[in-house]
């Protein structure tokens, strides 16, 4: 919406300016109304054209048609001259555009002459064409005069795109100079002189009228001058005045073009101002030309001084930023440099002018990185050339428009920093002011960033050499091996430490010396002095490049075995050769040693009773020792490989490479039990283990096995196996007879205490009053004795019971089986007990009736084992351990001393009387039992006086085993 109100506003006020122009230039019309020698609105449309593009038409045509119906003519003939005024603006802008660099027109002769002819000359046509034929076939014009009126028509078009165009074009495109204190006397001294110049030929001033004198040519020399001195801004200023001025002498009668006929006289000055312009523009344009090739050698010396000076890339663009800036007059600049591996453009470095102040500006571009096409700096790259953005807070292609607009920068430009088609890096610029793109000035910096890139690539061909030699140097200095280069002629020109202590000599006492003479033996110099010669001959060489083993020769004389390679260095000019030389003693040592233990290894291996066998990493057997081919009766040929499945139990074949090929592809170890296959046909049970030997990467090297005759050991297994049934049945019976006996007993043990129970009963319910207290007191002992007597039964039933039965495991829901023990039990109740619950309590995983029993046991201990008066209180929750629940009961009873926690779960073990505190001993032992045939335990932590906390730990039920999910 802002643009478009800023364009709205743009085509008003261009209307507006033609509008004022033409109703000046109509007013010196004098052969027509509607046609004048001075007619500045075609200058004025063109170079609109040119800025803002064909889209301003609406404006011109608007303002001609005015200008013109309010002039003179009609409707229909106003509306003819718009169209021609318009035509001729739109034409000659897509011609300069074309033809001619568009706003740039003015910078080359060439252009300058091309601009002239092509917007001057042949675009004015249409305008006079179709407006004077307007007028004609209207009636405003006779057509015996199209002639003269159509000339006074061009020509006042054309003086205006040669004479006001400039003006307009040059002081748009370029930003007002800077002038220094002595350019700006000389700016009035010159300004003087137009003046006076001017008015002298065309005023009057100095020469009467009517004195026939012609001086219009005094008014070059300020012309030229100007051009000179100030170029096209200059020139351009200049010819614009002495227009005015001449205009005015000629209609005040003064000067040498002055007539009775207005007309001639305007067209004559016309031609004559058209003719001076056209000199100073093309002169004008000379000395720009000329200036800027001289500028662009000028900062081309400076930036490759600056590169001469610079011993780094980062060192030049810390030259070459201020460098530019100080010449053009912009306030700051950035170095980019490609990051090949991330594909983004990072920056190197930041400077800008001290009077000028981009903190903010500067912390983003230091922390920003650009891939291709995005910013300036992306843009430019993906691009490969020159960028300029005349405002950058209007780009569409500025991520950093918010920081532009705090430190107020508008215009920006930048180059690529190239060697050959390679973007090395970008530099860009950015001035305060807004301005117009300037080509010259980007092909000038192309060139720059060229040499530039081959600056930086001339620095890194110098470092990577330099990191060469280093490297080079290093790997002679740190090699293990002896590394020797010799020349052509068979002399040492390198020799590095490896091969000093190697050799025993320095370097410096071998450098130039023949190799022959110094480590090779004296009855292999021969044939090394042949070898050389035959390959400086033939280029051929049978030992170059290959691995070869030989004898060398030590400073002392002493002999040693040798590994040699030689290559051929690649150089230009007579061939280097490289020899990498291993002493290789304590090698061929090894190998010795390595080959009496291979044959140590293999004669045990052949003495063992056992079968012993080894095999490569893929699993193919390579090794049986001789015990394989006596039990098989088959040769090794045969078995070797995977050969060894034919001896193996058809039954067992395909189990036992399944197994084999998962340790191959595991490295676990192999083991499995299977038969053999004996030379006489019948199968042996055997155990086969194998190993895999690893080197200290961990990698298989080879798998070592062997395999063991277990027949008789299956036999003997065999035979225990049928007596433990034997026995196990026998036992099985035997504890079934003593199971019914159990039974038998605890029956006939409690029938003559429910006899006894039962008679005392009756004892006490109807003779009690009889016998006296002393006898019921004897009475009441002997029926608690006999209910204690009867309990004891029962519980040692139950104990026996639990260890023979397999409990069914289920989920339980402890909430549910808490709350019903407490209703079961009145001594658990208020106001007998207090009892705590605390939920939740998960569900485990367990058997509810002895889960029952042994929560029953302990609540009833908690309540029962409490110092005399002091009411029972017990505390009940669960928490979670890993994959159990483990359920608390803390009471505040009497306690148990730390030495008999353990003791307290044993069956009869009690710590205090029946009178004080009654019972039969076994209920903890029951509350164990039945908890470890659930899967858990079951413990105490407890201090005399201070209560005691017991627990159970069971399974927890997992979700598709809670209760109730069926």
């Known amino acids: 919406m802002k643009r478009h109100f800023h364009f709205i506003t743009i085509l008003a006020v261009l209307a507006a300016v033609y509008f004022l122009a033409g109703k000046f230039g109509l007013s010196l019309a004098f052969i027509n109304a509607s046609a004048t020698a001075v007619w500045p609105p075609t200058g004025i449309a063109l170079v609109a054209v040119l800025f803002w593009g064909y889209r301003v038409w609406p404006a011109i045509f608007l303002a001609a048609f005015l200008v013109n119906f309010t002039t003179a003519g009609s409707f229909a003939t106003s509306l003819g001259i718009a169209a021609g005024n318009t035509l001729e603006a739109l034409l000659g802008g897509w011609l300069v555009n074309r033809y001619a660099q568009g706003t740039d027109a003015l910078n080359q002769p060439k252009t300058v002459f091309k601009f002239v002819l092509l917007a001057g000359m042949l675009s004015t046509m249409v305008s006079a064409t179709l407006g004077l034929a307007s007028l004609s076939l209207g009636g405003f014009s006779p057509w015996a005069n199209f002639g003269s009126i159509w000339l006074t028509w061009w020509i006042g078009n054309l003086v205006s795109n040669i004479v006001v165009a400039p003006l307009l074009l040059v002081w748009r495109v370029r930003p007002y100079p800077r002038l220094k204190p002595s350019q700006a006397f000389e700016a009035v001294l010159l300004f003087a002189s137009v003046i006076l110049f001017g008015q002298t030929v065309f005023g009057g001033w100095l020469i009467p009228r009517g004195s026939g004198y012609t001086l219009e040519y005094l008014v070059i020399p300020p012309l030229l001058w100007a051009a000179w001195r100030f170029g096209l801004r200059g020139a ?134 650009f891939p291709p096409g995005v910013g300036l700096p992306g843009e430019i790259w993906a691009r490969g050339e020159s960028h300029w953005i005349s405002d950058v807070t209007l780009s569409n292609n500025f991520p950093r428009i918010p920081m532009a607009l705090r430190n107020g920068l508008h215009a920006g430009f930048g180059f690529p920093i190239s060697a050959g088609n390679k973007i090395l890096g970008v530099m860009e610029f950015f001035s305060r002011n807004v301005r117009p793109p300037d080509q010259d000035l980007l092909d000038t910096y192309t060139a720059i960033g060229r040499q530039i890139g081959q600056f930086i690539e001339r620095k890194q061909a110098e470092v990577a050499l330099s990191e060469s030699n280093a490297l080079k140097t290093g790997i002679l200095r740190s090699a293990l091996d002896c590394i020797i280069t010799m020349d052509q002629a068979g002399r040492i020109v390198e020799f590095n430490p490896a091969a000093e202590m190697t050799f025993g000599y320095r370097r410096d006492e071998v450098i130039g010396r023949l190799m022959a003479e110094v480590i090779i033996p004296p009855h292999l110099r021969e044939a090394h002095t042949r070898g050389l010669a035959r390959y400086l001959t033939t280029g051929e060489g049978p030992v170059l490049g290959k691995r070869i083993e030989m004898t060398g020769m030590r400073s002392d004389s002493t002999l040693f075995a040798l590994e040699l390679t030689i290559t051929r260095i690649e150089l230009e000019g007579p061939p280097l050769f490289a020899g990498f030389m291993r ?35 893929d699993g193919t057997v390579d090794y049986f020792n001789q015990q394989w081919t006596a039990f098989t009766g088959l040769p090794f040929e045969q078995i070797r490989g995977w050969g060894w499945t034919q001896f193996i139990h058809p039954d067992e074949v395909a189990e036992n490479v399944r197994r084999w090929r998962h340790s191959l592809e595991t490295g676990d170890p192999f083991q499995m039990e299977h038969r053999f296959r004996r030379a006489d046909g019948l199968y042996r049970w055997h155990l086969s283990r194998a190993h895999a030997l690893r080197d200290d990467t961990g990698q298989v090297l080879m798998w070592i096995g062997s395999d063991t005759d277990i027949e008789d050991q299956k036999r003997a297994e065999q035979n225990l196996e049928r007596v433990v049934a034997e026995r196990t049945a026998k036992l099985q019976e035997t504890i079934g007879d003593l199971e019914a006996f159990s039974y038998s007993i605890s029956h006939d043990l409690r029938a003559p205490l429910r006899s006894m129970t039962g008679y005392i009963r009756i004892i006490q319910e109807d003779f009690s009053d009889k016998v006296g207290p002393t006898v019921n007191g004897y009475l009441t002992r002997i029926s608690t004795a006999a209910a204690r007597m009867d309990k004891l039964i029962q519980d040692v039933l139950t104990l026996s019971r639990m260890a023979r039965i397999n409990l069914q495991l289920q989920p339980v829901d402890m909430e549910k089986l808490f709350r019903g023990v407490l209703d079961v039990y009145p001594n658990l109740q208020p106001p007998h007990a207090e009892i705590r619950i605390e939920s939740p309590l998960p569900p485990v995983l367990g058997n509810e009736a002895a889960l029952t029993q042994s929560i029953s046991n302990l609540l009833g201990n908690a309540v029962k084992f409490v110092a005399p008066g002091v009411l029972p209180q017990v505390r009940v929750w669960a928490q979670e351990k890993g994959d159990c629940i483990r359920f608390y009961f803390q009471d505040n009873g009497i306690g148990i001393a730390p030495d008999h926690q353990e003791r307290i779960f044993n069956m009869f073990e009690r710590l205090h009387s029946t009178t004080d505190y009654p019972g039969t001993g076994i209920g903890l032992a029951i509350v164990r039992k039945s908890v470890e045939l659930m899967g858990g335990k079951a413990g105490v932590e407890s201090e005399p006086g201070k209560g005691s906390t017991f627990w159970l730990e069971l399974n927890r039920a997992t979700p598709l085993e809670t209760p109730g999910s069926g």
């Open 236 to 369: 351009s200023v200049v010819i614009v005045t002495l227009s005015l001025i001449a205009i005015g002498g000629t209609l005040r009668g003064s000067g040498p073009f002055a007539r009775q006929d207005h007309n001639t006289g305007l067209l004559l000055l016309q031609i004559f101002m058209a003719a001076i312009a056209l000199t100073a523009l093309v002169l004008a344009a000379v000395i720009r030309e000329r200036n800027q090739n001289l500028s662009r050698l000028t900062m081309q010396y400076a930036v490759g001084r600056a590169l001469a000076e610079s011993a780094t890339p980062a060192e030049a663009s810390r030259r070459i930023l201020p460098l530019v800036c100080s010449a053009l007059e912009w306030e700051l600049g950035a170095t980019w440099m490609v990051d090949e591996h991330a594909r983004v453009l990072r920056p190197v470095d930041f400077w800008h002018s001290p009077s000028v102040i981009v903190a903010e500006f500067e912390a983003l571009t230091r922390s920003t990185t």
């Open 583 to 617: 002493d290789i003693t304590t090698v061929k040592q090894a190998e010795a040693a390595l080959r009496q233990s291979a044959e140590r290894l293999r004669f045990m291996a052949e003495s063992m009773p056992q079968k012993i066998f080894t095999a490569k990493p």
